[in-house]
C-alpha cells in the first residue's frame, strides 16, 4: 500500500467513523469479559460463603460451580459475538474503505 493510498485512507470521514465505532466496541466487549471474570474472582475472595452453598438439599454441587461454568460460558459467546461482527461487518466496511481510496 502506497503512502498515498494509507493518506486517503486516513483523511477518509468514514475510517475515522469505522475505528471510533470499532475501538468502542472492542472496548465494550472487554469491558464485559473483564466484568464477568473480576465479579467471579471479587466472589471467591469476598463471600466464599455464597459459592459454597449447596444447591439443594443432599445435594453435593455448590452454587460456585453453575456461576463458574456460566462465566466461561458467557465469555465464550461474546467471543463469539465479537469474532462474528468484526468478520462480516467490520471486514465489509474495511474492504469498502480501502476500495474507495484505491479509485
Same mark, same amino acid.
Given at each position: 500500500?502506497? /503512502?498515498?493510498?494509507? *493518506?486517503?485512507? =486516513? !483523511?477518509?470521514?468514514?475510517? /475515522? ?5 470499532? *475501538? ?5 466487549? &472487554? ?8 465479579? +467471579? ?5 469476598? *463471600?466464599?460463603?455464597? @459459592? !459454597? /452453598?449447596? @444447591?439443594? !438439599?443432599?445435594? &453435593? =454441587? ?9 462465566v466461561i460460558v458467557f465469555t465464550i459467546i461474546i467471543t463469539w ?5 468484526? *468478520? &462480516?461487518? +467490520? ?6 474503505? @480501502?476500495?474507495? !481510496? &484505491?479509485?
Amino acid at each position: 500500500m502506497s /503512502q498515498e493510498i494509507s *493518506n486517503k485512507i =486516513a !483523511a477518509n470521514p468514514a475510517f /475515522q467513523r469505522f475505528v471510533s465505532k470499532r *475501538n468502542s466496541y472492542s472496548v465494550l466487549m &472487554t469491558v464485559l469479559g473483564a466484568l464477568a471474570y473480576y465479579g +467471579f474472582i471479587l466472589l471467591v475472595a469476598y *463471600n466464599p460463603a455464597f @459459592l !459454597a /452453598q449447596k @444447591l439443594g !438439599a443432599g445435594m &453435593t =454441587a455448590s452454587v460456585g460451580v453453575p456461576l463458574g461454568i456460566g462465566v466461561i460460558v458467557f465469555t465464550i459467546i461474546i467471543t463469539w459475538i465479537f469474532v462474528r461482527r468484526s *468478520n &462480516t461487518e +467490520f471486514d465489509d466496511e474495511a474492504a469498502a474503505i @480501502l476500495k474507495e !481510496a &484505491t479509485k
